[in-house]
């Protein structure tokens, strides 16, 4: 068996391999000396783990191959690409903040594949360049395509003259009147740029003056308007830096326009917050939020400049390094690609330009009209969204608990829930009714946290008991708990899930969902609560996997039990479906499993630093990644047990991944199937996930990745999740159950 050790210094030497002729996004390279045999030698962490921010980044491209893939309509693939320029924002603004920030206060620290956060940005940077061209070539390869429907992205340029004089009276009504310029000079400071924002810089002199001395003015390009204006009512559109910067002479009458620069900033929001008092939360929480739009500059993008002296200016101004500095791709921001879709859904209404239409399906057991708790009280109900509708199942679990007389108390965890949120409003009206309601709501969300103190706020005016958590740890775990009392007797049923409370992203995120009264379960359901918002210090659960209690171990034991059962000769398996994973102990574990010869199959959507398929180490583990339409969230686990038939293995469903923070820093919640029929529908989950050939990717062990390769009848596993949902429910394509979800 091989050694598994970690050891601080890596080897010089990637080990050269002949590249596999299928598609492949290239990762961190392999270290390891040629002739060095694994059973002499520690591995070092280079050799044992990929990089974190490299796997992301990987992740990223090939949400970027969505785009580029010939099957994907065409509208589709402008989504794809905004979705890959939103995410390298939040990607500079949370990842490398925090790595610049790490530097900045002198941190040397290694990640789990041994680079210093110096290293890592430079391995950052590396990437970004090839990333960002491909998103460029992606862009001019679709705007060609929609060309072809007769959808044409204009620059100022390429219009006639009568065109550009509707434009300037369309400028001078809509656009003009909204604009704010700021320029700086001894009596105008230098104006805050906020985090996102994309600015026109401008070059002036003031016309019949001896002086040639320049002067710098700041034009912000307001998102609250359409960044796409249509030209003559044809399917022309051209995006508004182009108009404003074509008419921004409009704004400086009597002066000179010498040149102009577009230009993005983003800021840090790596929080650097230490632990806080419960009580002060909420007050700390509104700070940070504040703090944010003034937190230092990570990256400044520029687009086409004519004059050089802007760009020095603002470079200057903002005290930005070189390493700061990047360009802007094209003119506008890709994020703004969104927008375009949104236009042109109706103008390209024709079949071919989206993916095909779907509306959830009502699961047969719940189109029984009576009281869900009564068809709960019969079986555990197992639901996949968004093939199965959220709102005919979570939804109308937490609106009947409200309504119910016999409800007495309702319990519950919100993390991201959304506007105009129907959850918000049951709670409200079950605290209306006389009922107990406790609401746990993470203020430390990101990106999410004004959302949700303006949520608590409301449901503490309506008489909600609303909690912010435990000290120093954000609370993930998705689940309710309703208490209703039934013959004389209380009852209790909770809902476990892997998703938000969230009515708008159930429709696009993939997740699963347990609704149950199993007295073993909802009994540690009513400690786990007291846990959050008590001081219950309970540690022994027998079925429920809690973080940072019990979680971590309870993995590993489930881990080396596989272990134990391949050494007695019976079936070992793992199976895991999650979004991301870094845990190093739980890493060395799955390492040591697989020399042991169990079966580890893990289904990743985004990075994963565990190294698959290496001969001397992980021959047993593979690793494989699913992208498409819907956003895959669901968090499946699976332990065969020594079990024959693989139906009576052990299945968990919850918030986790196999991240350090969602096992050790968070709250979390992973609870056990143990209904037969939705064991079965777990299995039947993870087996079409694991055999699809036109969604998936599969991880080489130097981290790149290989699409697989599919057959000419294949169809992409989510598509077929579609298919099989309306078969289960005895309806086709044209005759289904439609839910309010997508109505």
């Known amino acids: ?51 974190r921010e490299i796997g992301w980044l990987n992740f990223n491209l090939r949400v970027l191959e969505e785009a580029k893939e010939p099957n994907t309509p065409i509208l589709e693939k402008l989504k794809f690409l905004s979705i890959s320029s939103s995410n390298l924002d939040e990607f500079f603004m949370k990842r490398v903040g925090g790595l610049k920030r790490q530097v900045a206060y002198g941190v040397t620290s290694k990640s789990s594949d ?57 400028f001078l009504n809509h656009i003009y009147p909204i604009l704010t310029p700021l320029s700086v000079d001894p009596g105008h400071p230098f104006p805050f740029i906020s985090n996102l924002s994309i600015s026109l810089g401008v070059s002036l002199i003031q016309e019949g003056k001896d002086s040639d001395e320049k002067i710098f003015a700041r034009v912000k390009i307001p998102k609250l308007i359409d960044q796409w204006v249509q030209i003559d009512d044809s399917l022309k559109y051209i995006h508004l830096i182009e108009v404003v910067k074509a008419f921004v002479h409009e704004l400086f009458p009597e002066m000179k326009v010498l040149g102009t620069v577009a230009f993005k900033v983003t800021r840090n929001a790596d929080s650097d917050r230490e632990d806080e ?90 189109q029984d009209q009576n009281s869900i708790f009564s068809i709960i009280d019969k079986q555990d109900i197992l639901v996949h969204h968004p093939f199965e509708s959220f709102s005919s199942s979570v939804e109308r679990f937490i609106a009947e608990a409200s309504d119910d007389p016999k409800v007495l108390a309702i319990k519950m965890t919100l993390y991201r829930t959304g506007d105009n949120s129907p959850f918000i409003k049951a709670l409200i009206r079950a605290a209306e009714n006389g009922k107990q309601v406790v609401c746990l ?27 912010y958590g435990l000290v120093g740890l954000k609370t993930h775990a998705k689940t309710t708990l309703v208490i209703r009392k039934n013959n004389d007797e209380l009852k209790t049923y909770a809902h476990v899930g892997t998703g938000n409370y969230n009515v708008v992203t159930s429709r696009f995120y993939t997740d699963v969902g347990l609704l149950t009264c199993h007295s073993d379960i909802t009994q540690e359901l009513i400690a786990f609560f007291n846990y959050l918002t008590g001081k219950s210090l309970k540690k022994d659960y027998q079925h429920l996997l809690i973080a940072p209690i019990n979680m971590f171990q309870k993995f590993k034991s489930l881990i080396e039990r596989e272990m134990q059962h391949t050494n007695a000769g019976k079936p070992g398996h793992i199976m895991a479906k999650f979004n991301n994973m870094e845990e190093n102990d739980i890493s060395q574990a799955l390492y040591m499993a697989s020399q042991a010869g169990v079966k580890i199959d893990l289904i990743v959507r985004g990075f994963c630093c565990i190294r698959p398929e290496d001969k001397g180490f992980s021959k047993n583990i593979k690793v494989q990644s699913t992208i498409g339409r819907f956003l895959e969230h669901s968090r499946i686990f699976y332990f065969r047990n020594g079990k024959e038939d693989p139906i009576d293995g052990d299945f968990y ?84 159950v439609p839910a309010e979800d997508d109505e």
Request: aromatic share 8%; charged share 35%.
């Open 277 to 366: 008092d419960a009580e002060d939360l909420l007050a700390t929480i509104e700070e940070e939020v504040r703090q944010r739009r003034f937190a230092e500059i990570v990256r400044i993008e520029f687009g086409s400049c004519d004059d050089e002296w802007l760009k020095n200016f603002l470079v200057r101004e903002l005290d930005l390094k070189p390493e700061d500095i990047h360009e802007l791709p094209l003119d506008l921001d890709f994020s703004d690609l969104q927008a375009l879709v949104t236009l042109l859904a109706e103008e390209l209404a024709q079949e071919g330009t989206r993916f095909l239409p779907w509306s959830p399906v009502v699961p047969a057991v719940l």
């Open 114 to 170: 041994g680079q210093t956060p110096k290293k890592q940005l430079q391995m950052i940077a590396r990437s970004l360049e090839p990333m960002v061209k491909q998103q460029v070539e992606v862009y001019n390869k679709i705007k060609a395509d929609l060309e072809k429907e007769k959808v044409y992205i204009q620059s100022f340029g390429q219009l006639s003259e009568a065109q550009k004089n509707h434009l300037k009276k369309y």
């Open 441 to 467: 709501i993470e203020l430390k969300a990101r990106f999410d946290e004004e959302r949700n103190i303006y949520w608590a706020q409301e449901l503490e005016n309506a008489g909600v008991h609303v909690v």
């Open 1 to 51: 068996m091989n050694k598994v050790k970690s050891t601080a210094k890596s080897k010089d030497n990637p080990k050269k391999s002949k590249p596999p002729a299928k598609k492949k996004i290239k990762g961190a390279p392999v270290r390891r000396k040629k002739k060095e045999k694994f059973n002499e030698h520690p591995l070092s962490s280079a050799e044992m783990f990929n990089n």
């Open 653 to 736: 469903i919850g918030s986790t991944d196999w991240m350090y923070r969602n096992l050790h820093a968070r709250v979390e919640a992973v609870c056990p199937v143990y209904d037969r029929q939705a064991r079965e529908k777990l299995w039947d989950i993870l087996q079409m996930y694991w055999s699809d050939r036109v969604q998936s990717w599969s991880m080489m062990s130097d981290g790149s990745y290989v699409k697989k390769k599919k057959q000419a009848a294949d169809v992409g596993v989510q598509v077929a999740l579609m298919e099989k949902t309306l078969v289960k429910t005895n309806l086709t394509e044209d005759d289904f």
